[in-house]
């Protein structure tokens, strides 16, 4: 049972709009999620995180909303930039999961000039 | 500060040899982590650390056996290589339990 699921395998958008990543969990223990940018050839880079006790983080092109009840978050990129281009990990932890993130499938961010 | 380090960037292995993955941090974390990464796929966790002298078992870990003597090093092993082990194995850190983690370039290992 997958407790992290990222649907949309893909995503392509056309810069300067609006780029909405989602992620769904099914563990209700989760009380950290955080968001990872990969580019080829590399490893993961953090890139936002949020706790369960907030419902929005921003840092500076990036969002991060977390809604509880619906145990769903998206990663919000305004405007994009064709170097957001990557693949976007959303990962959780909490629980007996504490300390050990469960990360998502990815989505492939594809943001053309 | 070099941040994580991983060894060797690429290997083939054959059917049941064996090998260690090495990985290093600077950044004096006490949390390290292996994972696995398999085409189109999440990082699977395979093993992990919370300090020198301990670790534990992830999502994935038949296979792999792991040691964290110091508080920079956690070589994971492989000791009968098999094909399903071909993927791509990331090494990262963390200074504290619910905290970001720093990630190793990875290492790409290709079993035939």
């Known amino acids: 049972d997958q407790q992290v699921k990222q649907n949309s395998p893909s995503l392509s958008v056309q810069e300067g709009r609006i780029s909405i990543l989602n992620c769904d969990y099914t563990?209700?223990?989760?009380?950290?999620f955080l968001w990872y940018k990969k580019y080829p050839a590399e490893g993961p880079t953090f890139l936002i995180s949020?706790?369960?006790?907030?419902d929005k983080n921003e840092d500076g092109r990036f969002t991060v909303f977390l809604n509880k009840s619906a145990k769903h978050l998206s990663l919000h990129i305004v405007p994009s930039q064709p170097g957001d281009s990557a693949v976007y990990f959303c990962?959780?932890?909490?629980?007996?999961?504490?300390?050990?993130?469960?990360f998502g499938d990815g989505t492939t961010l594809t943001v053309k000039p | 500060n070099a941040g994580v380090t991983q060894t060797p960037k690429f290997r083939i292995l054959k059917i049941g040899q064996s090998m260690t993955l090495q990985c290093a941090q600077d950044?004096?974390?006490?949390?390290m982590y292996w994972y696995r990464q398999d085409p189109g796929m999440g990082l699977k966790l395979i093993y992990y650390?919370?300090?020198?002298?301990?670790?534990d078992k992830g999502e994935v870990p038949n296979g792999y056996n792991v040691s964290r003597s110091t508080t920079e090093y956690f070589p994971l092993r492989l000791e009968l290589a098999a094909p399903s082990q071909t993927s791509v194995y990331f090494c990262?850190?963390?200074?504290?339990?619910?905290?970001?983690?720093?990630f190793g370039p990875g290492t790409r290992l290709l079993v035939l």
């Open positions: 990262a850190s963390s200074p504290g339990r619910e905290e970001t983690q720093y």
């Open positions: 563990n209700s223990m989760f009380d950290y």
């Open positions: 949020i706790s369960s006790i907030k």
């Open positions: 990962a959780a932890s909490g629980g007996t999961n504490a300390g050990k993130s469960t």
């Open positions: 950044m004096n974390h006490n949390y």
């Open positions: 650390s919370v300090g020198a002298g301990i670790t």
